[in-house]
Structures are given as structure tokens and as C-alpha cells.
């Protein structure tokens, strides 16, 4: 028996219908057209810049069809590329914190949605949120804005349900703590 | 939800509304690389032979480095030639068997992906000596946890789920028994559908653990009211649920690291670490009390000094009951982690060690398996790359290991 499952090795790499270049196109394409505009926003719930996050979400695209064929299946296409976004933004906000240029964004214009919340509560909800660790502010935003389980999280960022739920537990605990801290 | 949890969604969610409309632009894919110009086809042959030496030279440095690395790492001769060494490690104190999930890349598998499977492995040689396929109508396991005896396991298996709609599929726990006598003939495993409560859709077992005589199962799971802690008497049975609802301060899911057995089969330890309510740490969890309350019927046995840093990962109990390990990740504000393995007294709540503290590349690292005393643990994840290996007396001796497992249990 050979320990490398090949069966399984194998499976990952038989030329399939969908390998073929032309239809990795086709299928990013599709992929694009339907998933680009919520991770485009967001990313810019990460980034609070709308062009920056359109890059981010290119360059996630990109990489999708230059491993399409490396991809377990189709079907692993939508985490492989909601991961990707997030490392993006996360070299994005590095880069900008580099040229001390991170800034909590300011609103570009007020929606009904918008108004659920009083705008300088929410700046200052969102500011504590962009001052908690990179891990920690990505579970908030996939659980509190994406509302995905903590298995599918886990997935996304490559780690342990065990370390969502901490890493959520922990940024909900110094979220709380800033909140109630004077400004 | 509470207000916070509330306030941080509307404030997400009014973020993302502020976003200028528009279409997202055009996606412009890279082209596929070409060759320039023409090449003669022996000009193309001489190419490509000299790319295959130079990838073959390439590749010989890397393992040739690799190993070193390896080595220097772990302070001691790494497995060569392959994932099989040529000779059997001398690996003591540790049971012969595992069960082992793989999956394609060895991460915790999507539910919509391909299905899993389980093998079951000689821990000395990593040898798979048998494979068993998730059972229908259920698409892969997910979670698998082991008795004492070293052939009594209990697995579970999850329907296919939507990738759409990230609902929760439904799953069920499966028994798996082996006679490791004859485990190369064919049927001396047996998997069999436990007669206990299925999970629904929705929820999901986060963790479990078998007692050590194979008749009681903990499990922790994760349900829209949060985590609660579940324990079955095994075959059959349902299973007496321990919640925390009467914490009122508290928020989230609670149990933060999986339930692990005493031997006397009575003690569950589990991680509790919602502040602002007293007694987070490690607490122990008396299975034949009468009620449902989790921090009722549990002590603290572990005190944790702050939810904030570091991160408790994952905690178990030696058998003995009388002590705790412990995995601890610091995370800084800056990009650098690493981990450690601390040992706890049950008797005092005090750290007594810490036994390695390796940096965190793409792994972390799992506490597989402790002997009754914690003199001998099994740990994965200590490695770079991944891995796992027996950490006995300070030295750290590597198993055969695959890098498409993503669940293990002895």
C-alpha cells in the first residue's frame, strides 16, 4: 500500500473536462461574474477603498485560473478564492501600514443601510475592529458579516474551528473592552 | 446574539453599504506563456534535457537542504527515503494503531468536496492496513476519536453539504472495531451506525473523545445556541446535555477545546474561556451529575488568567487525572507566532512545564495522544511541514506521516 493515497493523487490530477484551458477561462469567468461584487465589498470592508479591494479581488481571480488545475474540484473554487482575497487584503493593509498611510476610511456616502447605525458609532466600531490582529478581524468579518459557520471559517483561513471560536471569543473580548473605553 | 455581536454586524454590514455602486470591472486573466520564437525540435530536445538536469539538480539540493533543516530543527536524525524509513523506528510506550483521515490536501475537508477516507495505520511504519469507505447516504468523516484498547474507535460521517448555502449537513457517529490480530484479512474491521442520537443539520460535533473502556463518548457540539457538551453511553442511549445558558454575562460558543477522559470514565476536562464570567480555564466535568448546567456540575481545575493572550488551543487530560497539557499561541500585534506545549498540575492549577515551543508555519501543533501519566505524548504539527512524531523525556522521535491526514486518533 503505498502511503501517499494516490488513488486520491491521482484523482487531483486526471485531465477532467474543466482542466482544459479554455474552460478554466470560461469557468473563472462564471465564478467571477457571480461571486466578484460580494467579495469585492468585501474586501473593502477590510480596506475601505473600493479600487484596492477591486485589485485584490483581480489578483484572487488570477491566481484561481493559474491553479485551476491544481484545484480538488470546482466546487473548492469559492474557498480557494475567498482565501485568497483575505490574504490579499491582508499584504494590502501591510503595504499601507508600511507607508503610514492606514487610515479609518471615511464613509463615501450615507444609505439606508448605512443609517442603522449612527455614523460615528460605527466608525468607531469599525476602528476597533481594524485595531484587533489580523486573524482576529477576519473571523469577525466571515462570521459577523458573511454569517459563515465556523467549519467553513476554518476552511477559509486555514486553520482549526477550535482557533475560530478562540479567535472570535478573544476579539469579541477586546472589542467590548474598546467600546467601553472613552474615546 | 448579544448587543455587541448585534452592533459589530450592523456596523459591517452599514460599512459595506457605503461602498461607491458600480459594476466590478472587467476580470483580466494572464496569458498562457509561450515559448518566443521558434525552437528546432533538437534545440527543443537539448532544452529539455537540460531543464530536466537542472530540475533534477534543483530538486537534490532541496531535499539535501530540507533534511538538514529538518534536522536542525528537531535536533535529532530525521526519517530518510521517503515517508517509509527503511527500518522500524523504535517508538515506545505508544499504541500500535491509528485511524487516520486524509483528504486531498489534507485540510479539514469541505463537505461539498470529495470524500474523505479513513485508514487505519501501524503507527511504527505508517503502513495503511485498511481503508474504509464512508457509508452511505453520508459523504465523509469528519471526526474520529479512539478508546484505550488500541482496535475500538468511533468515527464520524457528514451528508454532503451546499458550498451555497455553508449550512451545517447532517451527520451521524459510526463505530469502528478491528481485531488487530488479523488485521490484513479481509472483514476483521467492522464499521457499524451507532444506535444514538443523529446530529441534525446545523449542528456539528467540534470535538470528542471516547472513554477509555469504549462505553462512554463526549462530545462537544456546535449548535445556533452555542456549543454544548454532549455525552453518550455507549451503544445506545441519549445523550445528557450540559449548556451554559445560565452564564449571563457570557457570549459565544464557550467550550473552546474538545472534551478529553480521565480513566476513571467519569471526569470530561474541557476548555471554558468566555470572560467576563469566572472560572474560565480548564474545568472538569463530573459525567454522572444529575444536571444540565455545564458550570454547575464542572471545577475549575486550571485557572486561565485572561481570554486575551495567549490563545489556549487545545487542552488534554493524562488519564491519571492528574495533569493537563496544554497547547499556548502567543499572538502578537506583529506577524510572528509561536506555540507552546505546557504541562499543568490538576492538584495546584500551576504550569509545572513547557515542553517545546515551536514557531507556527502552516501547521499547528495537536496533541494526538498521552500515556496514562503524560510521560509520553504523540504530538502532530511540531515539525515544520507539518508531521508528527512521540515527544518522550525531552526528545522528540518522528512517525511516519501524511500529509493528507487531517484528523488521527489512537
Redesign the interface.
Given at each position: 500500500m503505498d502511503f501517499n493515497d494516490r488513488g486520491v493523487v491521482d484523482e487531483i490530477h486526471s485531465p477532467g473536462a474543466l482542466r482544459r484551458p479554455r474552460d478554466a477561462e470560461a469557468a473563472v469567468e462564471a465564478l467571477y461574474q457571480g461571486y466578484a461584487p460580494g467579495l469585492i465589498r468585501l474586501a473593502y470592508v477590510m480596506l475601505g477603498d473600493r479600487p484596492a479591494a477591486e485589485d485584490v479581488v483581480q489578483e484572487a481571480f488570477c491566481g484561481l485560473y493559474r491553479r485551476w488545475q491544481y484545484l480538488a474540484g470546482p466546487d473548492r473554487a469559492l474557498s480557494y478564492v475567498r482565501s485568497a482575497v483575505l490574504n490579499g487584503c491582508r499584504s494590502t493593509v501591510r503595504r499601507q501600514a508600511v507607508r503610514r498611510a492606514l487610515v479609518i476610511f471615511q464613509p463615501h456616502a450615507a444609505s439606508a443601510e448605512a443609517l442603522v447605525l449612527s455614523g460615528e458609532e460605527r466608525q468607531e466600531v469599525m476602528h476597533a475592529v481594524r485595531r484587533l490582529p489580523a486573524r482576529q478581524r477576519e473571523v469577525l468579518v466571515l462570521r459577523f458579516y458573511l454569517d459563515l459557520p465556523d467549519d467553513e471559517i476554518a476552511r477559509t483561513m486555514n486553520i482549526q474551528p477550535s482557533t475560530v471560536r478562540s479567535a472570535a471569543a478573544r476579539a469579541l473580548e477586546t472589542l467590548g473592552r474598546a467600546l467601553k473605553e472613552p474615546s | 446574539m448579544?448587543p455587541?455581536?448585534n452592533?459589530?454586524?450592523?456596523?459591517?454590514?452599514?460599512?459595506?453599504?457605503?461602498?461607491?455602486p458600480g459594476?466590478?470591472?472587467p476580470?483580466?486573466?494572464?496569458k498562457?506563456r509561450r515559448l518566443l520564437g521558434p525552437v528546432s525540435p533538437d534545440r527543443w530536445s537539448r532544452r529539455r534535457w537540460a531543464v530536466s538536469l537542472t530540475a533534477v539538480l534543483l530538486i537534490g539540493a532541496v531535499v539535501a537542504g530540507s533534511l538538514a533543516l529538518a534536522s536542525a530543527f528537531t535536533g535529532h536524525r530525521s526519517p530518510v527515503s521517503g515517508?517509509?524509513p527503511p527500518q522500524p523506528l523504535h517508538v515506545p510506550d505508544v499504541p500500535a494503531y491509528y485511524v487516520a483521515l486524509?483528504?486531498?490536501?489534507g485540510?479539514?475537508p469541505?463537505y461539498?468536496?470529495?470524500p474523505t477516507?479513513a485508514t487505519v495505520r501501524a503507527t511504527v511504519t505508517?503502513?495503511?492496513?485498511a481503508t474504509i469507505a464512508v457509508p452511505r447516504p453520508y459523504h465523509a468523516f469528519t471526526g474520529v476519536t479512539a478508546a484505550a484498547d488500541d482496535h475500538t474507535f468511533v468515527l464520524v460521517a457528514a451528508e454532503a453539504g451546499d458550498?451555497k448555502t455553508?449550512?451545517?449537513p447532517p451527520s451521524r457517529y459510526y463505530l469502528l472495531h478491528f481485531d488487530p490480530a488479523s488485521l490484513t484479512a479481509a472483514g476483521t474491521v467492522r464499521l457499524k451506525a451507532l444506535p444514538i442520537t443523529w446530529i441534525p443539520a446545523g449542528s456539528?460535533a467540534?470535538?470528542m473523545a471516547l472513554s477509555a473502556n469504549g462505553t462512554s463518548l463526549a462530545a462537544t457540539v456546535?449548535t445556533s445556541r452555542g456549543?454544548e457538551l454532549y455525552v453518550y453511553q455507549l451503544p445506545k442511549g441519549n445523550p445528557h446535555v450540559w449548556g451554559w445558558s445560565a452564564c449571563g454575562n457570557c457570549?459565544?460558543?464557550g467550550i473552546?477545546?474538545?472534551p478529553s477522559w480521565a480513566a476513571d470514565g467519569r471526569t470530561v476536562a474541557f476548555l471554558f474561556?468566555?470572560?467576563p464570567e469566572p472560572g474560565i480555564g480548564v474545568r472538569l466535568l463530573d459525567t454522572h451529575a444529575v444536571g444540565t448546567n455545564l458550570l454547575t456540575d464542572s471545577k475549575l481545575a486550571v485557572p486561565m488568567a485572561d481570554?486575551?493572550?495567549p490563545?489556549?488551543?487545545?487542552v488534554i487530560i493524562t488519564p491519571d487525572g492528574r495533569t493537563v497539557f496544554a497547547i499556548l499561541?502567543n499572538?502578537?500585534?506583529g506577524?510572528h507566532y509561536n506555540q507552546q506545549l505546557v504541562r499543568f498540575s490538576v492538584a495546584t492549577g500551576q504550569r509545572t512545564a513547557v515542553l517545546n515551543q515551536p514557531p507556527i508555519g502552516?501547521h499547528?501543533e495537536?496533541i494526538q495522544w498521552t500515556s496514562p501519566t503524560g510521560d509520553t505524548l504523540l504530538i502532530s504539527g511540531a515539525e515544520k511541514g507539518g508531521g508528527a512524531g512521540v515527544l518522550k523525556n525531552g526528545r522528540y522521535t518522528p512517525i511516519?506521516w501524511?500529509s493528507?491526514i487531517f484528523a488521527a486518533a489512537w
Open positions: - | 448579544t455587541l455581536e452592533e459589530l454586524r450592523a456596523a459591517l454590514r452599514a460599512t459595506a453599504a457605503t461602498m461607491p459594476p466590478p470591472p476580470l483580466t486573466l494572464p498562457p515517508p517509509f486524509t483528504s486531498a490536501d485540510k479539514i469541505n461539498s468536496a470529495k477516507t505508517g503502513k495503511v492496513l458550498p455553508g449550512l451545517v456539528m467540534l470535538d456546535g456549543s457570549s459565544g460558543d473552546g477545546s474538545g474561556f468566555f470572560s481570554v486575551s493572550s490563545v489556549w488551543k487545545q499561541e499572538e502578537p500585534l506577524q502552516n499547528f495537536h511516519p501524511s493528507h
